[in-house]
């Protein structure tokens, strides 16, 4: 068992995968593929945030992770928001 005292940055991304698998664990499937996706990213910013951030990885890698958390971004912005309520083609 690692014993090794975490600083803050490495808490809050231990965190946040922690409650991210707890809550996969829970629930039974997301609406759609794309509301699972989006919720991996969520639990896994921190993460990314943090290797962006580490200087011994490569500039060109940080570069591609700082366009792929972009795109997941604006891919959650233009994401419609479904709930357990929505059934499609309800209103036709």
């Known amino acids: 068992m690692n014993t090794k005292k975490l600083n803050p940055k490495e808490q809050?991304?231990?965190g946040s995968i922690?409650?991210?698998l707890q809550e996969l664990k829970q629930e039974e499937?997301?609406?759609t593929p794309l509301q699972r996706v989006l919720?991996?990213?969520f639990g896994i910013k921190p993460l990314l945030a943090f290797l962006v951030a580490f200087p011994f990885?490569?500039?060109v890698w940080r570069k591609a992770l700082v366009l792929f958390t972009?795109?997941?971004e604006a891919l959650a912005l233009s994401?419609?928001?479904v709930?357990?309520?929505f059934k499609a083609g309800r209103d036709l």
Request: charged share 10%; aromatic share 4%; hydrophobic share 45%.
């Open 18 to 20: 922690r409650t991210l």
């Open 57 to 59: 990885i490569p500039s």
């Open 83 to 85: 709930t357990a309520a």
């Open 12 to 14: 809050t991304v231990n």
């Open 70 to 72: 972009q795109a997941l």
């Open 39 to 41: 919720k991996i990213y």
């Open 79 to 81: 994401a419609p928001e």
């Open 29 to 31: 499937t997301a609406a």
